[in-house]
């Protein structure tokens, strides 16, 4: 473990991607308790503040002090975007290596599923499943996981297959093992490496797309302070007071570098041969 | 005179370290090595011994962790370690040339082996594409490959190992080298195709009085091949002579350990043959396998599917108790009929075990699958390398039950016993473990269910031969103990002749014939049989012995 941690803090994007992160987590921790003022706190005679000492990033349109509002948002944000990730990969990871394990026709029928999922564009999809849903934080979630599942499958059947020929998974397969174990614990544990990497990366996607949905109005709903629906609301002030827009953007802009640099580190340092 | 005197290649007191993780690990401790033109030195030792080193050293081709000390490597009058990498990428291929193990692995297999040829002829000696082009089609004849002009528009997929291997060697041979280090040429080919190469290399290194470094692990493969000697262990050259001498009286203990673990066919290590009136534990009828699926496609459209055969109507009797044999070369069948008889493939045709008989895998309960066992080629594709020994081995205990009141991990403990291991290491992953280890730990896992038929597949092909030897002891060992039937898969002739009471021939799919193992000499033998055991090197002492006498 430390051994990995030492590889992971040798590349450049390692150490960056984990320094924004170790941020990103602190402002998701403990957010909500070191905010200087209530995220909803509005204050009529402070509206449109430009930064200073008392607002450091400014207020926005009722005087909400913006960096309350991120630091708060950053746990509805932040955490709904990697859970909807894990949920997503866990799905796509468990669909993709059970696939390979199958194979022949059954590999086949769920391929040519998937395939037919991901030629729509997870947008789309992720719309068209909070439209059927109704629109709140949870069903964002799942769409977003939904929209993930079929190119993680696609990603871990191709690690998968070359799992599925060891001969470790053919001397489970001799000793009479069910299909739930060899999947699960044979063949599972030995593809989790790339889709570890790339689900860093996605975590990213899936930041701007939460943050989509909701700037759309069919994730977060007013007043919540998920960072997509600042912008959102911003978007009316942007010619009278920029930074109320400017904040939440470069908040979710620097997590998804974050997560796109540690996603980069974790590839080398999972990779000694590299 | 003084030509004589001045070897080709000389390496005096040369050592190398790789960093590793903070640490120096020691490959090779003042070598010295010299090598005359003409002649061919083998080097021998097992694996982790610092082989390969020597060979990148010689080449100039470390990896950037390596340390070395401020030995000399000279090649004839040129100071190799004073080259720099510009220098020394002209010297390689024209002065040093080397052949690799895999031909399946050192061509591209994207380029023409005409290209690949002629390409060092251009490079090297400045000829023009056409040329080089003429030039590598008399170098493809001089290696005794029939069409030439035909193979030199190949791609490397288009034609089978062993011309592969030819076009390396002819690429080696293609600028009239100095020095050729050869790098287990062999040992990824079949046994008659690498008595061929064999031969190849004698007769090219007699006619171009080139100086060879041959690096092998087959002492007996050494003792036909080299003239002279050197036996590296971890990195020290431990004993170094004229191959005869050497082989007679090995003074190193090392050498003494390496000569003895050969496999001897006269010595037997089965038991008096089993009797033959107990009625046959498998029977074997009409086993076909065959490979591919039939796609939906094809059914849409009604095509005829073919699939490829890896069996052809097998028949065959496995008695109780008795350890039979399977040989033949690669594609032979033999891993295919293991595969069916495990229900990894599908089959048709009917297997009877123990009376029970079995047309297809819905056939194959918990009950058969506990009494008949695998135990593959390599353990480390057959252990997953993400669970520790503990979970490895519970595997068996859970899925078939344990007898008695003794918990999961006494049962593991004790089966790590029987197999000579410490019962510590049952919390350990298997990358903690020697590969002789590991393959005891894949043994352990196939007799914790108490089989009554263990199919071995290779087991011992990818050990050491002093691994291979204490491997061998093991499973005869357990033989002896369980009275467990073997199915013995391998394509070491010499090793199955020691320990099956019969041997059963395989040559593309189908058997050719089963026979006692003491009988397998007999003139009256099948062609192939006859063809395939004057391909094999006998062990080196015994051709040493007759040579004596």
């Known amino acids: 473990m430390i051994d990995f941690l030492r590889r992971l803090l040798r590349t450049p994007q390692g150490i960056l991607g984990c320094l924004i992160i170790a941020v990103v987590l602190i402002a998701v921790v403990a957010g909500g308790w070191v905010t200087p003022y209530g995220p909803e706190d509005m204050q009529a005679l402070a509206r449109y503040k430009a930064p200073s000492a008392t607002h450091w990033l400014g207020t926005d349109q009722y005087g909400r002090d913006i960096l309350s509002r991120l630091l708060d948002g950053a746990r509805s944000t932040v955490a709904m975007a990697v859970l909807a990730t894990f949920i997503g990969t866990l799905a796509g990871a468990v669909l993709g290596t059970g696939s390979a394990y199958l194979g022949g026709r059954a590999d086949e029928f769920i391929m040519r599923t998937v395939d037919a999922v991901m030629a729509i564009p997870s947008l789309l999809l992720a719309l068209l499943v909070v439209s059927l849903l109704g629109s709140n934080s949870w069903n964002a979630l799942l769409a977003i996981a939904i929209a993930f599942a079929p190119s993680m499958a696609r990603i871990s059947r191709s690690v998968a297959l070359t799992v599925r020929k060891q001969d470790y998974v053919s001397a489970a397969i001799a000793r009479g093992e069910g299909a739930g174990y060899i999947v699960l614990r044979e063949m599972l544990p030995n593809v989790i490496a790339p889709i570890v990497v790339e689900m860093t990366i996605r975590v990213s996607f899936a930041v701007m797309l939460f943050a989509t949905l909701s700037f759309l109005g069919l994730g977060a709903q007013p007043p919540a302070t998920d960072w997509g629906l600042m912008v959102s609301e911003a978007r009316q002030y942007l010619h009278r007071s920029y930074w109320i827009l400017l904040w939440p953007s470069a908040a979710i802009a620097l997590t998804a570098i974050g997560f796109n640099l540690l996603g980069d580190g974790l590839r080398d340092a999972l990779n000694p041969r590299t | ?549």
């Open chain 2, 1 to 549: 005179m003084t030509a004589e005197a001045s070897p080709v290649l000389a390496i005096r007191d040369y050592s190398l370290a790789y960093h590793v993780a903070e640490r120096k690990a020691e490959v090779l401790k003042s070598v010295n090595l010299s090598i005359a033109r003409g002649e061919i030195l083998g080097l021998v030792g097992e694996s982790g011994s610092g082989k390969s080193s020597l060979a990148s050293a010689i080449m100039r081709y470390l990896p950037r962790n390596a340390e070395e000390n401020s030995g000399d490597i000279f090649l004839g009058q040129t100071d190799l370690r004073a080259q720099s990498q510009r220098a020394m990428s002209d010297i390689r291929g024209s002065r040093i040339s080397m052949v690799f193990q895999d031909p399946a692995t050192s061509l591209n297999p994207t380029l023409r082996l005409g290209e690949q040829l002629a390409e060092v002829l251009i490079r090297h000696q400045g000829m023009s594409k056409a040329q080089a082009w003429r030039e590598g089609e008399e170098r493809l004849a001089l290696v005794g490959l029939k069409t030439p002009a035909e193979m030199m528009h190949r791609f490397p997929h288009e034609v089978s190992g062993g011309e592969k291997q030819r076009v390396v060697i002819a690429t080696a041979f293609a600028c009239n080298p100095e020095l050729i280090i050869f790098d287990e040429p062999t040992t990824a080919l079949d046994v008659i195709t690498a008595r061929q190469i064999l031969d190849l290399f004698t007769e090219l290194q007699a006619k171009t009085g080139v100086a060879s470094l041959y690096i092998s692990h087959d002492l007996a493969l050494l003792s036909q091949t080299a003239q002279r000697v050197a036996v590296l262990e971890k990195g020290t050259i431990v004993e170094e002579g004229e191959t005869a001498a050497l082989f007679r009286a090995p003074s190193h203990p090392y050498t003494r350990a390496l000569i003895d673990a050969v496999p001897h066919p006269e010595r037997s290590l089965a038991e008096a043959s089993v009797n033959a009136s107990s009625g046959p534990l498998v029977k074997i009828r009409d086993v076909s396998v065959h490979y591919g699926r039939k796609s939906l496609f094809d059914s849409l459209l009604r095509r005829d599917f073919k699939g490829v055969a890896g069996n052809r109507a097998i028949s065959l009797d496995i008695r109780q108790g008795e350890i039979l044999g399977i040989v033949g070369e690669s594609g032979s069948g033999k891993s295919t009929l293991a595969k069916a008889m495990t229900g990894l493939n599908r089959f048709e045709g009917l297997i009877e075990f123990d009376g029970r008989p079995l047309r297809g895998l819905s056939d194959m309960n918990r009950d058969y699958r506990r009494e008949v066992q695998i135990i593959f080629q390599n353990p480390d594709a057959s252990l997953n390398p993400r669970q520790k020994i503990s979970e490895i081995l519970a595997r068996p205990i859970k899925l078939y039950g344990s007898k008695g009141h003794a918990t999961v991990r006494d049962r593991i403990e004790a089966m790590l016993e029987r197999v000579r291991l410490p019962r510590s290491f049952i919390d350990r992953y298997p990358h903690q473990l020697s590969g002789g280890e590991k393959q005891r730990i894949a043994i352990a896992r196939a007799f914790l269910s108490s089989p009554r038929l263990v199919i071995c597949d290779e087991i011992t092909s990818a050990l050491d031969v002093s691994v291979q030897a204490s491997v061998t002891e093991l499973l005869m060992e357990l033989h002896r103990e369980t009275n467990a039937t073997y199915v013995f898969i391998t394509h070491d002739i010499n090793l199955v002749r020691q320990i099956a009471h019969r041997i059963a021939v395989m040559y593309r799919g189908e058997l050719v014939e089963v026979v006692d193992s003491k009988a397998i000499t007999d003139p009256d033998r099948a062609p192939y049989t006859r063809e395939l055991l004057a391909a094999v090197t006998p062990p080196a002492s015994t051709r040493l012995d007759a040579i004596l006498s």
